[in-house]
């Protein structure tokens, strides 16, 4: 049987720090960074920050967020009072915001709700977001940002004077 022994604890390879050490370090280094980032200094200037700031770069690239064309998802000449719907729904699947721009040449104002649908179909939508008053010959536009999201978005239109005189048109603009 072996005999029991104490083994102490092997010789520090390292100085340890205090708590406070390691912030007051940390304080003086990210003022040097913000003294050089406020001279604007290029980033060959900023020693050993040439590779960081290349490979931010890159996730900049890989992750930025670009806009599809815009795409008409209703054009009609109104001249009854009633409820019309986009003629097709924005496939929103991999977008991260969506602008719906509103353009009215009417001579009434116009009601437009934004609907969602989990497939590409108008009926049974949801009402998402809205309603938006869209004034006579006025323009508007109606964002929709992550927590509005549905696979499928468009345009619920209501009038509630006949308009006798010209043009709606709603486009959609994803930005990926």
Request: charged share 20%; net charge negative; glycine share 8%.
């Amino acid at each position: 049987m072996a005999e029991p022994r104490i083994h102490p604890p092997p010789p520090v390879s390292t100085p340890r720090l205090s708590p406070w050490e390691h912030v007051e370090e940390l304080v003086k280094r990210l003022d040097r960074l913000i003294a050089l980032l406020e001279a604007q200094a290029p980033p060959g200037e900023l020693p050993g920050w040439g590779p960081i700031l290349e490979k931010l770069d890159r996730i900049i690239a890989l992750i930025g967020w670009e806009a599809k064309e815009a795409e008409e998802i209703f054009s009609l000449s109104i001249r009854t009072v009633g409820v019309f719907f986009s003629d097709s729904m924005v496939r929103w699947t991999r977008g991260k915001r969506l602008l719906l721009k509103v353009e009215s040449s009417l001579d009434q104002n116009v009601q437009i709700q934004i609907i969602g649908n989990v497939s590409d179909r108008l009926d049974a939508a949801v009402d998402i977001n809205g309603p938006f008053v869209c004034v006579a010959g006025g323009n508007i536009t109606i964002g929709l940002a992550w927590d509005d999201w549905h696979p499928y978005v468009g345009a619920r239109i209501t009038t509630a004077i006949a308009p006798t005189v010209g043009l709606l048109r709603i486009w959609a603009v994803i930005q990926e």
